[in-house]
């Protein structure tokens, strides 16, 4: 078998998508996902100017040796824009494995190690009652796991708070809480990491003690605070038992996550910007973190996220794989698949994507009782309607970003 064609395709139902299409020669066709959300055209450039051309004639039964083509035969190694042109490529050719095979890709991966997949979702308010009310939705659709952010008073809007109803425009998204705001340079958002220190014990009390002590709980930091105050935070939320505190520091200084976990014993979760294994690898070895946050499509694909697992599970470490919107249905069948053949799967995110996009990608994912499934048909269980991709143009859009008050740029 021979791939005979490489397309990529770019659709914005609700948000942008970047979705490599591999066609072979019988005829077998397989997707993977190259979304970096706010720079997406660079992964189809990549994709295209520079990888299309080396992938037709291959084989597309030699994964490892076609990835390793593309990370060390490039020379130029690692970053978002090439690890998740790369990912589009490993994920299209176990796609099109598990077709030839008629199987789904998880049974690829060594088999089902579970039922399905806990889910977590995102329950936001900018004030308590807000979240409240947000909490009890989730709960109602199903959700037994859940991640809290809330509003600071003081600070007018800030990352992680939902408009419930959708955005303009994106009206059918559920939960979208991050406009990557379309067709408009990016919007500015402010920060006062003080107001957020003194306020977020106060919003886990406030839940716990609505809520009772058993239902998991969350919560995203979005990389916002020095390692003291990370610690600071860890140390203030330990009564009320989190599953876990996410990217509490940015962690690019992997070795100031030692000054966090001396003092906290709140379970931490980092990595969903991270490209590759060796960006975690102070983290794992020295057991400085308790789930990994990569997602297949920002680490090079399936074959990569698979090692990353089991590295971290010498380590008693989980998956706590990046599962937002702005991940493409293909990119979290990808994970979900991972997910299922692990041992250590920890939780999976689930934002839940909008109609739009529900009707561009058809899925064979099934989301149950806070479990999500991949589904059982061959390869990933995504299909791709080209016509109706058609119908959704590429649209500008950017992340928000973040200033202090004095106007200092700060992480978002
Ligand atoms: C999460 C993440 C996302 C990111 C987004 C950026 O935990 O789900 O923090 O919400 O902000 O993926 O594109
Ligand atoms: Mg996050």
Redesign the pocket.
Known sequence: MKIDKAEVIVTSPDRNFVTLKLTTDDGVTGLGDATLNGRELACVAYLDEHVVPLLIGRDPANIEDTWQFLYRGGYWRRGPVTMASIAAVDMALWDIKGKTAGMPVYQLLGGASRRGLMAYGHASGKEIPELFDSIRSHQESGYRSIRVQTGVPGLESIYGIASNHGLPGNEGVRYDHEPAQRGALPMQEDWDTRAYLRHVPDVFEAVRGEFGPELPLLH?A?HRMTPLQAARLGKSLEPYDLVWL??CTPAENQEALRLVRRHTTTPLAIG?VFNAAWDFQTLITEQLIDYV?AASTHFGGITPLKKLADFAAMYQIKSGF?G?TDISPVGFAAQLHVGMAIHNFGLQ?YMEHGEKTNSVFRQSMRFTDGYLHPGDAPGLGVDLDVNEAGNYPYATAYLPYNRLADGTMHDW
């Open positions: 995203d979005h996410e990217d969903e946050r990046h937002p995110e």
